[in-house]
């Protein structure tokens, strides 16, 4: 077993709207990774994946307010401190986040080398620029981007390659933990696969230490995360090593999701897709039981009740449901074969 | 549903033809071909795939299929017949006929209208102006309950009150209660998550055998493609690269373009090769 890079302690978050009423967004969140490895949180929108990435980062601002728990990176607790130690100790250096719509957040006005600097000058004033473009040129050349991008604007970029400006921008000072918040989702397959690469290419050299990669899509989780954590109504109900996780899925709700997978493969045409009916509970009002009773088919009155605990099996897997894995096991063996 | 039980659509009487359709923007040496010479068949019933990547030109043929947008040259049979929609009631009348579901369910609705007068509009397009209230009535909840919604929730509310996935079930409620001939959906699915997909392609699929209509389905997605359609058409810089049976499309890939889209997209029980992605590439 591997350092601990990023282990978050029964994390719980909340946002409050202009009319004063409070939204659990996270509600006891409890995650580790090791150094090396990446871990990949799936979910359907809205259930929280985003804004637990927020909130790991530790740096708040209304609407989104800290409740309790702890963040440790590499050993250090963050969540006590004042944001603005938050951005300037923290982000960047031990913690890089890239948000969806990343190429974005590039101001059209202002050459990409100018963002270095940025990232560089907030953390280390006193670099001079010669140092800072010897140290972006270098770093960029190792990640296959050409070196003439940093005296480029951003609009004479494609989609893809801001991207990747992006991501190579906001590891430059060799975070310990990446955090991606779907940042393949807005380009097509050919620049997606080359971001990915880039993202592994990061992780085998050495440039970040751990990764934690967000997004809606399985097949991608599946070939880029070592880990899955699944995410419901801002609790994880199941995490697993990626094979384990599509292959063998416990909780009801992540057998429901790996069930909906597409993939351009023989044997996925005509079988049956799964589809959950019904709507995430409102997490102004968190149910007490199960948070995802009402949409369950096996759900037993006790399943509205009480709010089950999560279980530890098989060494390192983790669920959220009253039902036993080998009893789950065969409610599927079943259903499978009535088919 | 299996294999087995699906019927075979492909052999059925021409819906919608189109002969050497294209479209052109620009003139010059600025001229370029959004859809270059494009010729297809679809027949009545089958489930159509258009596949292709941002712009090649899947958008523009659809705006003309749907009488949006005026080809520059070429032209589209319906029914067997050249299409007429020469003046404004013709285009209504055609519509009657050709129905369309887009990307984003949010900008689908008039801000200003309850969704109560979104379904009469449809009632009323199809000729039931002289029907009772209570007629009315229940065609709307028949049409709500076929998409799994309940219309007395529904009923009174604006659109912003619904979800994205409501909205887009809404969508598939209007088209259930026109019953057109075609139905063009353009990535009706690339806005909601995977579990609402799923029920979303299973109302089409519905549609498709309770009605018998045509579904022209426009998408990025080559596993959802591979899934639903009876035909795919690969798309390239406006340009057919490849069609026909989807079997054979997706698991013999032919053209160039449509291996390197299979072998792009992350797959569960092949290996996904990182391996011959170059990272230095144009800007």
């Not at chain 1, 101001?107 to 000058?121: C, G, L, Q, S």
Request: aromatic share 8%.
């Amino acid at each position: 077993m591997g350092k601990a890079m990023l282990e978050v302690k029964n994390l719980k978050t909340k946002y409050v709207t202009r009319f004063h009423e409070d939204v659990y967004s996270v509600d006891g969140v409890s995650l580790v990774i090791e150094e090396g490895r990446s871990l990949g949180v799936a979910g359907e929108s809205g259930c929280g994946k985003s804004t637990l990435a927020l909130s790991m980062m530790g740096y708040y601002f209304p609407p989104l307010h800290y409740m309790s728990g702890d963040i440790l990176i590499d050993g250090n607790n963050i969540s006590g401190l004042a944001p603005d130690t938050v951005r300037k100790t923290i982000l960047g250096s031990e913690i890089a986040y890239i948000p969806q719509a990343a190429m974005n957040a590039l101001n059209p006005t202002a050459k990409i080398i100018r963002f270095v600097e940025d990232v560089i000058h907030a953390h280390d004033p006193k670099k001079t620029k010669a140092e800072i473009r010897e140290m972006a040129e270098e770093r960029f050349a190792i990640l296959g981007l050409p070196k003439m991008v940093l005296d480029k604007h951003a609009v004479e970029l494609s989609g893809g390659m801001k991207q990747r400006t992006v991501i190579a921008i906001s590891t430059i000072l060799s975070p310990k933990v990446l955090i991606a918040d779907e940042p393949s989702s807005a380009l097509d397959v050919t620049s997606q696969k080359i971001v990915i690469k880039l993202m592994r290419e990061l992780m085998e050299k050495g440039y970040i230490r751990s990764m934690m990669f967000i997004t809606h899509e399985l097949p991608l989780l599946y070939n880029v995360t070592d880990d899955i954590a699944v995410m419901y109504a801002g609790q994880l109900v199941e995490v697993g090593t990626a094979k384990e996780m599509v292959f063998d899925p416990i909780h009801p709700y992540s057998h429901g999701l790996m069930g909906s997978i597409l993939v351009p493969e023989e044997g996925t045409r005509g079988t049956n897709l799964t589809a959950i009916p019904g709507t995430p509970p409102n997490l102004k009002r968190p149910p007490a039981g199960c948070r995802f009773a009402e949409r369950c088919k096996y759900a037993k009155p006790e399943c509205f009740f009480a709010a089950p605990p999560e279980k530890k099996f098989e060494g390192h897997r983790m669920y959220r449901c009253i039902f036993g894995v080998d009893e789950l096991r065969d409610i599927y063996k079943k259903e499978a074969e009535q088919q | 549903m299996s294999e087995k039980a699906r019927k075979d659509y492909t052999k059925g009487p021409s819906c919608l033809k189109g002969i050497g359709l294209t479209r052109s923007f620009g003139i010059g040496d600025k001229k370029m071909f959004a859809v270059d010479h494009v010729d297809f068949d679809f027949h009545e019933g089958e489930f159509v795939s258009i596949v292709g990547e941002s712009g090649s030109g899947k958008t523009t043929l659809s705006k003309m299929l749907l009488g949006l947008l005026n080809p520059t040259e070429g032209e589209i049979l319906f029914q067997n017949k050249p299409r007429d929609i020469s003046s404004h009631a013709k285009k209504r009348e055609y519509w009657k006929s050709m129905q369309a579901i887009f990307q984003d369910p949010f900008a689908s609705y008039n801000v200003f209208h309850k969704i109560d007068s979104v379904l009469l509009d449809c009632i009323n397009m199809r000729g039931g102006q002289n029907l009772s209230k209570q007629e009315k009535f229940d065609m709307m909840t028949e049409a709500c309950s076929f998409v799994n919604l309940k219309f007395a929730e529904l009923t009174n509310k604006y659109p912003f009150e619904l979800s994205g996935g409501q909205m887009q079930r809404l969508m598939i409620a209007r088209i259930f209660l026109l019953k057109p001939k075609i139905l063009l959906a353009d990535e009706p699915t690339s806005m909601v998550d995977a579990c609402s997909r799923a029920t979303i392609l299973d109302m089409l699929l519905q549609l498709r055998d309770e009605v018998g209509m045509t579904i022209i389905f426009i998408t990025h997605d080559i596993g959802l493609a591979y899934y639903i359609s009876d035909t795919v058409y690969i798309m390239e810089h406006g340009k057919f690269v490849e069609y026909g049976k989807a079997d054979e499309v997706i698991l013999n890939p032919k053209a160039a373009y449509t291996k390197r889209l299979i072998s792009d997209v992350p797959k569960i029980h092949e290996e996904w090769d990182l391996s011959t992605v170059e990272l230095t590439s144009e800007l």
